[in-house]
């Protein structure tokens, strides 16, 4: 199971304590305590693998090292070591502690999440003309400690969704190195698979059905996964007695998730065209039409077919570089 929304407690090092020493020879008997360490901060990072969450399964609280104590002869504690946390291109980042939202968008990218305690300083550190032998010290500060919800959105330029069994799954496969599970029943997908299509990143989501907002068949959990694409590729089988029932299920339940959804830009595949005869195709496209929607049939067993899809792809590939010149 992806794991795709989870929450743990994190607390970073706290801060060394300052140490109060003195020189023992003779000549000298000024202060020599060194300062405490600090402690340990932790890190978020992000990395490709959008399994990478299941990492946190089970672990309730991440604590980095605390820092040393200070010690004699202006020996300073050690620093409390940093822990990087590896999280998915695509987590958001709540801490419940504080309310605010943080993200990790790309391969590499740290963000500090809660920072170790200052170390304290020692005695050393007080000494004056007027206090030559300082018994002061400085406790060192706490880490902080926070609680956080990670919740993976993928980020993806296309978001397959449909009904269950409609070829979701085999048409990502088509395109892209994706080894999406394929069979002749519903629900073959559990988990949102990614593929590339050249630069494009492609998400097939698991199926949809009537009701699935009220936690039906798989849910719509998955649809968090669709929420920052841009466009939708809603696939319906050509084998569907009603093509436009099926439609207008899948958008109640997009809708039923966020309206946003409905906005995004759609392309609607008749799939598995190859199965019926062309009127009856004919016949099917029309009936979308009459509500609107301009499908277009498709088959993974038909390469011009895949070439039609495959000019879509590009054409989104050529907008995404006219967005960001
Ligand atoms: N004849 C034909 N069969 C297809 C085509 N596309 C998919 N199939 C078959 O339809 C069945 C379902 O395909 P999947 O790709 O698993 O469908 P899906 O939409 O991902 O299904 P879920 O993961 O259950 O939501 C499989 O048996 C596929 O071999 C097609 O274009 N033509
Ligand atoms: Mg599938």
């Given at each position: 199971m992806l794991i795709d929304d989870i929450k743990i407690k994190v607390r970073a090092g706290h801060g060394g304590r300052g140490a109060v020493a003195f020189n023992k020879t003779l000549m000298s008997l000024g202060p020599t305590g060194g300062n405490g360490g600090k402690g340990g901060t932790i890190y978020l990072e992000g990395v490709s693998?959008?399994?990478?969450?299941?990492?946190?399964?089970?672990?309730k609280e991440l604590i980095a090292e605390d820092g040393e104590n200070g010690k004699h002869q202006l020996h300073d504690g050690e620093d409390g070591k940093d822990i990087i946390l590896k999280v998915p291109i695509g987590t958001l980042i709540h801490n419940l502690s504080t309310s605010e939202d943080s993200e990790i968008i790309s391969i590499g990218q740290q963000i500090l999440i809660a920072k170790g305690g200052r170390g304290g300083k020692g005695n050393f550190k007080f000494r004056s003309p007027v206090n030559t032998s300082p018994t002061q010290f400085q406790g060192g500060l706490p880490g902080e400690e926070f609680e956080l919800r990670l919740e993976l959105k993928l980020i993806a330029d296309v978001g397959f969704i449909g009904l269950?069994?409609?070829g979701k799954s085999s048409l990502l496969n088509e395109l892209t190195d994706a080894k999406s599970k394929v069979a002749n029943?519903?629900?073959?997908?559990l988990d949102p698979n990614l593929g590339a299509y050249y630069e494009l990143v492609l998400a097939d989501v698991p199926g949809l059905i009537e009701g699935a907002s009220d936690n039906k068949g798989l849910g719509i959990k998955f649809l968090r996964h669709i929420d920052r694409t841009k466009t939708l590729f809603h696939f319906i089988s050509?084998?569907?007695?009603d093509p436009v029932k099926d439609y207008k299920i899948i958008r109640n339940e997009l809708s039923a998730y966020s309206?946003?959804?409905?906005?995004k830009v759609e392309y609607v595949f008749l799939s598995?065209?190859?199965?019926?005869d062309k009127n009856i195709i004919k016949r099917k496209l029309n009936e979308l039409k009459r509500i609107g929607k301009a499908a277009i049939p498709i088959s993974v067993l038909d390469d011009e077919s895949i070439k039609d899809v495959e000019k879509i792809l590009r054409d989104i590939i050529k907008q995404k570089h006219q967005i960001t010149s």
């Open positions: 693998d959008i399994g990478a969450l299941s990492y946190f399964r089970g672990k269950p069994n409609v029943y519903p629900f073959t997908t050509a084998e569907s007695p309206k946003k959804l409905l906005d598995k065209s190859d199965l019926l």
